[in-house]
């Protein structure tokens, strides 16, 4: 049985920081298409950083410079680590995994095929 299992959300003020973990069981993360997503109040689930297959990154515009994406596959852990939180970063907060095959990479809007139950990041200003 796949788990992915986020941890590390909480509430900060503007400015502060926050690293949130998502440890996989059942499914290796290594070589596999890894995300993180938010789901703010009121609006639709946007991505938020992402890995393909091969390691490439991406970050939605609004958090680059602030969120590094990052993996230790010893842990079989994904990582997010937020910097300089502003209050539009609020949100719930999951980590998904796909084995991408074919492209090697998916699009924003793709819908993983592994989701973890998410973890809240509260921003105050």
């Known amino acids: 049985q796949v788990q992915l299992v986020e941890s590390g959300g909480g509430s900060v003020q503007t400015g502060g920081t926050l690293r949130l973990s998502c440890t996989a069981s059942g499914y290796t993360l290594s070589r596999q298409c890894l995300g993180w997503f938010r789901h703010g109040p009121g609006k639709e689930r946007k991505g938020v950083a992402t890995y393909d297959r091969d390691g490439g990154l991406m970050y939605a515009d609004s958090v680059k410079g602030r969120f590094t994406i990052s993996t230790d596959n010893a842990k079989n852990t994904l990582y997010l680590q937020m910097n300089s939180l502003k209050p539009e970063d609020t949100g719930m907060y999951y980590c998904?995994?796909?084995?991408?095959?074919?492209?090697?990479?998916?699009?924003?809007?793709?819908?993983?095929?592994?989701w973890g139950q998410g973890t809240q990041v509260t921003v105050s200003s």
């Open positions: 998904a995994a796909d084995p991408c095959a074919g492209m090697g990479w998916l699009p924003w809007e793709a819908d993983y095929k592994y």
